[in-house]
Structure formats: structure tokens, C-alpha cells
T-cell receptor
Framework: EAGVAQSPRYKIIEKRQSVAFWCNPI?????LYWYQQILGQGPKLLIQ????????DSQLPKDRFSAERLKGVDSTLKIQPAKLEDSAVYLC???????????FGQGTRLTVV | RKEVEQDPGPFNVPEGATVAFNCTYS??????FFWYRQDCRKEPKLLMS???SGNEDGRFTAQLNRASQYISLLIRDSKLSDSATYLC???????????FGAGTRLFVKA
């Protein structure tokens, strides 16, 4: 079974620029999550999708972050404009509906300079 | 106060040692609990679920104390390959609606 795919693996941008991350979840997984992990901290949930609907985006900084999952499969997370404090690893995860385990992708390491 | 708190460590132990990590959570409505392992620059992976009755998987034992709102992980006979960050995860509701702790770093040395 293929795992969660993310791209790019690394991205370096200047502050105020825009960036987008892509995630392809495990086939058949209805639930998709985007997490932000800052160095030395645990992952923080940014947004959770159930199929193509948003379940929880309470911690998503909506003035600069946006995410979509139009067809209930792939998802993109965008930051516009980026700030220095957005430097982190962005992890995508997926799970079967109602399941208690999520599987993570390898993440995208973003550096904002 | 953070919803899930862990001792960040690091714990430095020799091979063969027994080491225990604790994690406390503040939301009494939390329903399910897990330990995830995260190797350096890698993604988190499920180590084990934690049940009220306690559960064991080889050298790893997890315990849950709902009354005191803490979770523990015990690693016996530590191996060099156990070196990693161990993340305590608390699930607020059905499915996977989670809060991660900041993690406890473990270094096992020869």
C-alpha cells in the first residue's frame, strides 16, 4: 500500500512570498489533515478534511493560510504571504473515516528567510 | 497550561536500561490515547495505542490513569534503535481529532 505522498520535500522562500504544498493521501482514506511542526514542538493541527469538507480549521491562520481538497482526494496548503515564523515542517496525514490511527507523509520543510 | 504536557528530556540511558515517560492531559473528556515515535527529520509513526487496562507490545508497556489524567510509556531493555522522540497523543473525540504533546527525546548509548 502506497503511503501519504507530499511535495516538495524542501522549500526556501523569502518573507512575503507565496508557497504551496501538495498532498496525496492513502487511497480510500476519507480524512486528511495538515499539521505544522515547529522545531522542538509536537505537530499542531492546522486543518482537517472529511472527504472535501472542512471538519476543523480552528487553528488555521486564515489571513494567510488556505487549504483545499476539491475532489476529496488530493489537497493543497497555501501560505500567502509567508512570515519568518512560518518556518516549520508541514505534515500531511490521512486516516480512514472514524479510525483512531493516522498515517503521516514525510513532510515539507519550509524555510522563510 | 498546555492540553498535553510531556517532560521534554532528553533522557540519556545506556543500552539495556529501563526508561519511563509520563504525559499528562487536561481535558477530562479525552477519549483515546496513543504513543507515536518520531525519528530525527522523519514523520511521526504510531508506536502503540493506550488502553485503560494497560497494554504491552514486546519491550514496550503503556498505561493510562484516567483518574489522574496521565499516560505512561515504559521501555525495557533499551536498544540503540530506540533513540527517538516519543510523542504523547490525546484524541478528543471519535476518529482522529488529536492533540500532540511536544515530545520526549530519548538517547540510548552503547
Amino acid at each position: 500500500e502506497a503511503g501519504v505522498a507530499q511535495s516538495p520535500r524542501y522549500k526556501i522562500i523569502e518573507k512575503r512570498q507565496s508557497v504551496a504544498f501538495w498532498c496525496n493521501p492513502i487511497s480510500g482514506h476519507a480524512t486528511l489533515y495538515w499539521y505544522q511542526q515547529i522545531l522542538g514542538q509536537g505537530p499542531k493541527l492546522l486543518i482537517q478534511f472529511q472527504n472535501n469538507g472542512v471538519v476543523d480549521d480552528s487553528q488555521l491562520p486564515k489571513d494567510r493560510f488556505s487549504a483545499e481538497r476539491l475532489k476529496g482526494v488530493d489537497s493543497t496548503l497555501k501560505i500567502q504571504p509567508a512570515k519568518l515564523e512560518d518556518s516549520a515542517v508541514y505534515l500531511c496525514a490521512s486516516s480512514r473515516q472514524g479510525a483512531n490511527e493516522a498515517f503521516f507523509g514525510q513532510g515539507t520543510r519550509l524555510t522563510v528567510v | 497550561r498546555k492540553e498535553v504536557e510531556q517532560d521534554p528530556g532528553p533522557f540519556n540511558v545506556p543500552e539495556g536500561a529501563t526508561v519511563a515517560f509520563n504525559c499528562t492531559y487536561s481535558n477530562s473528556a479525552s477519549q483515546s490515547f496513543f504513543w507515536y515515535r518520531q525519528d530525527c527529520r522523519k514523520e511521526p509513526k504510531l508506536l502503540m495505542s493506550v488502553y485503560s487496562s494497560g497494554n504491552e507490545d514486546g519491550r514496550f508497556t503503556a498505561q493510562l490513569n484516567r483518574a489522574s489524567q496521565y499516560i505512561s510509556l515504559l521501555i525495557r531493555d533499551s536498544k540503540l534503535s530506540d533513540s527517538a522522540t516519543y510523542l504523547c497523543v490525546v484524541n478528543r473525540a471519535e476518529g482522529f481529532k488529536t492533540i500532540f504533546g511536544a515530545g520526549t527525546r530519548l538517547f540510548v548509548k552503547a
